[in-house]
C-alpha cells in the first residue's frame, strides 16, 4: 500500500473507538479467540476453533465501532445510523421518524438536538424483529429533551436479536447537539418525534447517519 494510503488508513483509524456498553459482548469473544488461536500452534482441536471464533471478535469489534463525527448543522439531526423506515403523522401533531438499524451499522445512538434530558425510562416488552410493526410493543428506552423547539422524544427500540439498551447518562444531563447518549446491541431501531409545523427533510429509504444527517428542513 503506498505510504500517503497508508497514513490516510491510519488517521480514519484513529477516529475510531470501541463503544461503550460493548465489554460484556466483546470481552469473553477476543479472550476466547486469543486463547485459541495461542493454543492452535500445538492443538489440532484449538485450530479448528480459532478460525470461526477469531472471525466472530473480529464481527464484534466491527459491530460495536465507534467512530468520531463532524457534527452537521442544522436543528434537528439524525440520532442514528441506519435507513429511514417510515414517517407516520401523530394525533398530537408531531410526526414520527423511524430509522432501521441492521446489524452493520454503527449502533452508538446520538443527540439530535442541543438541551436537557428531562427524562430516560425503560419500558418492559417483546423482542420481534424491529422492522415488524408489532415492535411497537418492543423493549424500549423513552428519551425527552427540552431544547429550542421545546420537548423532543427519541425512542431506542430493542429488536428480535438486540435484548439489551445501554443508555450513557442519565435525567438532567445538558447535552450538545451529536453527543453520544447511547448504545443498542444488534439489530434495533430508533425513533424521533419532530414538533407540529417541523418539516421532515428526509423520505422513507433514505440513509441516515448520527450527528450528520439532517432530519428536518426550514
Not at 38 to 61: D, H, I, K, N
Not at 129 to 142: G, L, T
Not at 205 to 212: D, L, S
Amino acid at each position: 500500500m503506498p505510504h500517503s494510503q497508508t497514513s490516510a488508513h491510519r488517521d480514519r483509524l484513529k477516529g475510531v473507538r470501541i463503544a461503550r456498553g460493548a465489554s460484556p459482548w466483546l470481552l469473553p469473544t477476543v479472550a476466547t479467540a486469543a486463547l485459541s488461536l495461542a493454543r492452535s500452534r500445538t492443538s489440532t482441536r484449538a485450530r479448528a476453533v480459532a478460525v470461526p471464533v477469531t472471525a466472530l471478535a473480529a464481527g464484534m469489534l466491527w459491530f460495536f465501532r465507534d467512530p468520531e463525527r463532524e457534527i452537521a448543522q442544522g436543528r434537528v439531526i439524525s440520532p442514528a445510523d441506519g435507513v429511514v423506515q417510515s414517517i407516520m403523522p401523530w394525533k398530537d401533531g408531531r410526526t414520527r421518524v423511524a430509522i432501521f438499524m441492521s446489524p452493520l451499522n454503527v449502533h452508538v445512538n446520538r443527540a439530535p438536538m442541543a438541551g436537557t434530558v428531562t427524562s430516560v425510562e425503560h419500558v418492559p416488552g417483546g423482542f420481534v424483529p424491529a422492522f415488524n410493526k408489532e415492535s411497537e410493543n418492543n423493549e424500549r428506552v423513552v428519551w425527552h429533551f427540552d431544547t429550542e423547539l421545546g420537548d423532543i422524544e427519541m425512542v431506542q427500540i430493542a429488536g428480535a436479536v438486540a435484548r439489551r439498551i445501554v443508555p450513557y447518562i442519565p435525567q438532567g444531563t445538558k447535552v450538545e447537539q451529536g453527543d453520544r447518549i447511547g448504545l443498542i446491541r444488534f439489530g434495533s431501531r430508533v425513533d424521533i418525534y419532530l414538533p407540529e409545523g417541523v418539516e421532515v427533510a428526509v423520505e422513507v429509504g433514505q440513509a441516515t447517519t448520527a450527528g450528520v444527517t439532517r432530519i428536518d428542513r426550514d
